[in-house]
């Protein structure tokens, strides 16, 4: 039992690592400013077929740009995504975007150091829940991931806020007609990502405490006797 608890306790702290890089990070929206004219310009020059260049397989129109990004994306993204189009950004000749960055800076770090220092949670659990003779220990560094994972959410917020408001603009930061095309952020939020890993970390603890629980009263008396807690 006891190598079955750290078998679990180990795999869903990997888990967290997992999901932090292929779960999608980011959810993000755009109305379509290209969909919209393309329509536009078909009813006015009467053509009925003009709904059906722009409809998707489910017969919809394509009137905004959804997309979930993964840090994967952002590692190695299509040519054709939003993802590329955040690494591609270069603001060096953008005076305009470099100052629209800066409102960003602390939210950004909050935020990354925030992550990183989740995972680094998820690593030390790793570590204590093969290793530690007391599991405990597990619990206090799981509580932790809970912790620091909840802090993401208004981290983020803070991040998307700009964009929401049209204090931050596409059009303003790419300084492209292209990519203005696109349209403006309609809703920036998290992607299931932090809330999986939240929940990850949640089912740590939750498996350590049934562990302990039910843990037979002769082999608590030997880890008391062993952690120099017995009576």
Partial sequence: MKIAYK???????????????????????????????LLTIGQALGNEKAEEIIKNNN???VATIGEEIAIIDLISPK?????????????????T???????????????AVTFVLTLICAAVTIFIAIFAKDNRKVIYCALSGVGLSYMLIPSFKAISAPFLDGTITLAKLTDSILVSLLGEIKNLELGTAVYAMLALFVVIIIWTVLYNYTLPEDEKVQRKIMLGEAD
Avoid: Y
């Avoid at 040519?79 to 005076?95: P, W």
């Avoid at 975007?97 to 935020?111: C, D, I, V």
């Fill in 97 to 111: 975007a470099k100052e629209q960055l800066k409102t960003l800076l602390g939210a950004a770090l909050s935020f």
């Fill in 79 to 95: 040519s054709d995504s939003v993802a590329s189009v955040i690494r591609n950004l270069d603001t060096s000749k953008n005076s």
């Fill in 7 to 37: 078998a679990v306790a180990a795999i869903c702290a990997f888990a967290v690592i997992l999901v932090s890089v292929f779960v999608p990070l980011v959810s993000v929206r755009m109305d379509s400013v290209a969909t919209s004219l």
């Fill in 59 to 61: 017969g919809e129109l």
